[in-house]
């Protein structure tokens, strides 16, 4: 069982850079892939980033493509999400979501293969 917070959201202008960090607890962290997922009130869940067990395999949302970064360190049991070049869009809550190593990578795109999430944290872009 893996449990993971969040942390690093904040008030942010448009352009500006923010660091997210998904601290996980239990064993076998390395077993799972991490996944980045956002959520306006208006609007639906969505799918931000993801990366595989290993750290080999990243997948991103085209509307992130480019000024996002998702990288994990498994000796520290820890995800990141490097946002840079933020925009109003991009507001939301921010949910860090672990799914085990048995998951069609190609399915992280979806909240289906996902079994833990934290609570998230909020991100919030002016303009």
């Known amino acids: 069982q893996v449990q993971v917070v969040e942390s690093g959201g904040g008030l942010v202008q448009a352009g500006d850079s923010l660091r997210l960090s998904c601290a996980a607890s239990?064993?076998?962290?390395?077993?799972?892939?991490m996944g980045w997922f956002r959520q306006d009130p208006r609007k639906a869940r969505e799918f931000v980033a993801a990366?595989?067990?290993?750290?080999?395999?990243?997948y991103y949302a085209d509307s992130v493509k480019g000024r996002f970064t998702i990288s994990r360190d498994n000796a520290k049991k820890t995800v990141y999400l490097q946002m840079n070049t933020l925009k109003r869009e991009d507001t939301g809550v921010y949910y860090c979501?672990?799914?085990?190593?048995?998951?069609?990578?190609?399915?992280?795109?979806?909240?289906?293969?996902?079994?833990?999430w934290g609570q998230g944290t909020q991100v919030t872009v002016s303009s």
């Open positions: 239990g064993r076998t962290f390395s077993r799972y892939h």
């Open positions: 979501a672990a799914a085990p190593v048995s998951a069609a990578t190609l399915d992280l795109v979806l909240s289906d293969p996902y079994d833990y």
């Open positions: 990366i595989s067990w290993s750290g080999g395999s990243t």
